[in-house]
C-alpha cells in the first residue's frame, strides 16, 4: 500500500501556514482554516477527500507527486 509521506508534505510546504497559503492560492474554495491544516500535521494525517487538492497543489508548486509518497511495506 502507498500512503502520503505527510510530514514530507509539511517540510516542503514550511508547516501548516504554507500548506494552506498554498491551498489559497490554488483551491480557493478548499474551505479549510488554520487549525485544520494544523491537526493533519500533529495527527500525520490528511483526509482522503483533501489528498487530491494537495497533489494539485503539489503539482502546481513545482513538485512530482512521487515525491510525497511512500510504501511502508517496501520500507520493512
Same mark, same amino acid.
Given at each position: 500500500?502507498?500512503?502520503?509521506? *505527510? &510530514?514530507? *508534505?509539511?517540510? *516542503?510546504?514550511?508547516? &501548516? ?10 483551491? &480557493? ?5 488554520y487549525n485544520a491544516v494544523q491537526m493533519w500535521q500533529q495527527r500525520q494525517t490528511i483526509p482522503g477527500k483533501y489528498v ?17 509518497? *511512500?510504501? &511502508?511495506?517496501?520500507?520493512?
Amino acid at each position: 500500500m502507498v500512503q502520503i509521506d *505527510v &510530514p514530507h *508534505v509539511f517540510r *516542503v510546504f514550511g508547516g &501548516p501556514r504554507g500548506l494552506l497559503n498554498a491551498l489559497d492560492r490554488h483551491q &480557493p474554495d478548499h474551505g479549510r482554516t488554520y487549525n485544520a491544516v494544523q491537526m493533519w500535521q500533529q495527527r500525520q494525517t490528511i483526509p482522503g477527500k483533501y489528498v487530491g487538492a494537495i497533489f494539485y497543489c503539489c503539482e502546481a508548486e513545482g513538485h512530482e507527486c512521487r515525491e510525497f509518497l *511512500v510504501d &511502508p511495506d517496501e520500507l520493512a
